[in-house]
């Protein structure tokens, strides 16, 4: 399954890179970890005597009852603050509340069309006690689990925060899925209830976000209840008895809902990503643990203050949105600033618009939006004023240098450090990336671990491997915010992440370690792909072609993509009668759009006579890999059953 053969160009770049740029003196002075030396002491303490450093750092929380215990590890099963009880509802919200943070503005929000809302966290405390007693009211209780299916509205972090409140598991499935997403995710955790909206605005279009869910509904027995937030006022339609509109529930329902006792290792969410194969898996995440790791790692990696207008441009349907736009942010009591659109709708400036008029401070996003930015033109960005940055960050993929430099120069203006945070659904926290007042950065690298993280390159045995040199990226010691299990499966979970390299996590990445202990990370090293940081199983992919009537086999493989990272390509023989023609090409395109959502569609379609397999059957993917990056195979083929396929592929290469 593990090939350490990643090719990729930005490894074959960041080979060359030696550029390293120190933290600037006045960023590193008011920062939380204020030099190298701090770092490293903090560091030290962390994994010399993790029980006290997290001890420490969860002291910082709200607890209704100490935990005995800050760590049972029965490998891979970890209980963190063993015995705590807490709730992340009230560490977001009562707290601040309590500590004269009322009035301050918890949620920013801009609409596509231009409107604004500044919700408190009075005000934010208020709607999540009211739409957790609407929760209530439709029976929902702790342990149920609740799929929400929404646009970035402020009201989808109340329904998370409502969830969390009452101890119900959420399970954000991204809004832009499609009906079969949902009735997968819905049916495997058996969800009561779906949240969602009527429509939400993006790139000038509404997304039908309740006319998906109920094409979806008819497939998912489980669900007794919809409650549909009005977002845009289009026309929807509602099913007697299950469909109920927010507000008007919302009216019926007391304004007081206490945050309930939560165990610390109670689940707080559901949230399904690709793996190598089958379908998503529904890692779970619980409550005590995800609380302390989400919490430490956006004070010290975000260098958070109280004055920061902190802004994630991540939609809350994948991880980062769950961590770094609400649970993080919100427990270190910012101002967050939630956009619902797109960044080129109605022009190209509206981020950098959206900076400048309210005044943000913390900027992370992705290098696949960076590589957009610098396509579209540094004019968009310099017809803004951008001083009121001080700290930018990336997520999701490798960055390119050359996206990093241009990040720092053209939004940054050179005075902004960036972090670079390497992290995964799975691992629910940041886990390497520079403190910014602290650790010198190289761009193109993720530099060292986060306190409390022990990283390492390894070989397929698990022996570590010399600094500069490619391997596998494992983690060595559990950590708070690790998923818990796979929903209902937890022996896949032992299998995916605890089998591979025994006694380590291995994270299906592919990392070098240089002599300056930084990591350099290298791309996947399974079946997963990483389109403009979107992770996707190969086999999905693969899946979803095959139930086309007219397709017989298929085989899906990443290949570089300058924009988006990667980009999917798909190869493809018919079932016999059938025709390779440009129209079925598009076709099928579009079927993959239906069957899982836009972003799985297939940059590039290949129609086969036979996809090229070894002697015992298996798809040579590292072939297909070749053909679609370059055009054509270098290597070993002396195992292909037929050599003539291969010709018949490359014909296509027009
Ligand atoms: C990749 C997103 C290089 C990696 C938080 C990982 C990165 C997968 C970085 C997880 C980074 C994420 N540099 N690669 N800074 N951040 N990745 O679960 O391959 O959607 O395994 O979590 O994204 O994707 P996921």
Redesign the pocket.
């Known amino acids: 399954m593990t090939s350490l053969s990643s090719s990729d160009t930005t490894l074959s770049s960041s080979l060359r890179e030696n550029r390293v740029f120190p933290p600037p003196e006045e960023f590193a002075a008011k920062a939380h970890v204020k030099n190298l030396a701090e770092y490293e002491a903090l560091y030290a303490r962390s994994v010399s005597d993790p029980d006290g450093f997290w001890n420490e750092v969860a002291q910082e929380l709200h607890w209704f009852k100490p935990w005995e215990k800050t760590l049972e590890w029965d490998l891979p099963w970890a209980k963190w603050f063993v015995g705590g009880k807490t709730n992340l509802s009230y560490n977001c919200l009562d707290r601040h509340v309590e500590n004269g943070k009322k009035d301050k503005v918890a949620i920013l929000w801009e609409g596509e069309p231009g409107e604004v809302r500044k919700l408190t966290y009075g005000d934010l405390l208020a709607q999540v006690e009211k739409f957790a007693n609407v929760l209530k009211s439709l029976g929902i209780r702790k342990g149920d689990r609740v799929a929400i299916y929404m646009g970035m509205a402020p009201e989808l972090a109340v329904a998370l925060l409502a969830c969390a409140r009452i101890g119900a598991v959420h399970s954000v499935i991204f809004g832009g899925f499609a009906a079969n997403a949902i009735v997968d995710r819905v049916n495997d955790a058996q969800c009561v209830a779906v949240i969602t909206q009527d429509t939400s605005f993006r790139r000038g279009s509404q997304v039908k976000l309740k006319a998906t869910v109920d094409e979806a509904l008819p497939h998912c027995p489980s669900v007794k209840n919809v409650v549909v937030y009005r977002r845009s006022g289009a026309d929807v339609t509602m099913q007697a008895g299950r469909d109920h509109w927010w507000h008007e529930l919302a009216e019926k329902v007391e304004d007081r809902c206490p945050a309930e006792e939560l165990d610390s290792e109670d689940p707080l969410y559901i949230l399904y990503?690709s793996g190598t194969t089958g379908k998503p898996k529904g890692l779970v995440h619980t409550t005590g643990g995800y609380a302390v790791g989400t919490y430490l790692t956006s004070k010290l990696v975000f260098d958070l203050r109280d004055d920061d207008v902190y802004w994630c441009s991540a939609d809350i349907g994948?991880?980062?949105g769950h961590?770094y736009v609400v649970y993080g942010p919100l427990q270190n009591g910012v101002t967050v600033l939630m956009y619902e659109g797109a960044p080129n709708c109605p022009d190209y400036d509206r981020f950098w618009k959206i900076i400048d008029q309210h005044k943000v401070t913390v900027f992370y996003t992705a290098?696949t939006a960076i590589r957009a930015f610098i396509k579209w033109g540094d004019q968009y960005p310099l017809r803004y004023d951008l001083s009121s940055l001080r700290l930018l960050g990336?997520?999701?993929?490798?960055?390119n240098p050359e996206a990093w430099m241009w990040y720092r120069d053209v939004i940054g203006k050179g005075r902004c450090p960036i972090v670079?945070?390497?992290?995964?659904?799975?691992?629910g926290a940041i886990m390497?990336?520079p403190l910014p007042g602290a650790v010198a950065a190289k761009p193109g690298s993720?530099t060292r671990p986060f306190p409390g993280i022990v990283p390492e390159i390894v070989t397929k045995e698990g022996e570590p491997v010399p600094a500069g040199h490619g391997g596998l990226l494992v983690i060595r010691r559990p950590w708070p915010s690790m998923a818990r299990t796979i929903y209902n499966d937890p022996e896949r979970y032992k299998q995916a992440y605890w089998t591979e390299v025994p006694g380590s996590y291995f994270?299906?990445?592919g990392a070098r370690k240089d002599e300056d202990g930084y990591f350099w990370?290298m791309?996947?090293v399974d079946d997963?792909i990483?389109v403009s940081?979107?992770?996707l199983g190969t086999m999905e992919i693969e899946s979803a072609l095959v139930a086309h009537p007219k397709v017989a086999e298929a085989a899906v493989v990443g290949r570089p993509d300058e924009l988006k990272g990667q980009g999917i390509a798909a190869f493809v023989t018919l079932e016999s009668g059938n025709e390779p023609t440009a129209e079925l090409r598009e076709e099928l395109r579009k079927w993959v759009a239906k069957e899982i959502g836009a972003l799985a569609r297939p940059d590039d379609l290949r129609f086969t006579e036979q996809l090229p397999k070894t002697r015992s059957g298996k798809i040579m993917r590292r072939l297909l890999r070749e053909l679609a990056t370059h055009g054509e195979i270098k290597g070993d083929t002396t195992t292909l059953e037929d050599f003539s396929v291969l010709a018949k592929l490359r014909e296509q290469d027009e």
Request: glycine fraction near 12%.
């Open positions: 990503t994948w991880v980062t961590s290098p990336t997520v999701g993929e490798p960055i670079d945070t390497w992290w995964q659904t799975e691992t390497i990336s993720a994270t299906g990445d990370l791309g996947r997963v990483n940081g979107h992770r």
